[in-house]
């Protein structure tokens, strides 16, 4: 069994600053990718940042998300600055999770709710 656990979200104001993190637990033998999506309402998930040794991010995030990981903690973090109101959205933690010689499995966290707002 795996587990990924996420926490930091919250309502922030525009201009804000927010740090979001996602710890994996369980069975683990390695941990292949880590990142973020979100879903905003009315809209579909999208990626926000992942992290595969390197990094890639949404145009609509670059330069004001930084997402990093502490692999001895199992943990990816998304440090989110300068928020808009159109970062409003659930965010959920994905990692794709080798738990056996042969086998992989991509999880995701609950979601983490965040709501920037005047």
């Known amino acids: 069994q795996v587990q990924l656990v996420e926490s930091g979200g919250g309502l922030v104001q525009p201009g804000g600053s927010l740090r979001l993190s996602c710890a994996a637990s369980g069975s683990i033998r390695a941990i292949r990718d880590m990142g973020w999506y979100r879903q905003g309402p009315g809209k579909e998930r999208e990626l926000v940042a992942t992290s595969t040794g390197s990094t890639r991010y949404a145009d609509s995030v670059k330069g004001r998300f930084t997402i990093s990981r502490d692999n001895a903690k199992n943990t990816v973090y998304l440090q989110m600055s300068s928020l808009k109101p159109e970062d409003t959205a659930v965010y959920y933690c994905?990692?794709?999770?080798?738990?056996?010689?042969?086998?992989?499995?991509?999880?995701w966290g609950q979601g983490t709710q965040v709501t920037v707002s005047s």
């Open positions: 994905t990692a794709l999770i080798q738990t056996s010689p042969i086998y992989s499995n991509r999880y």
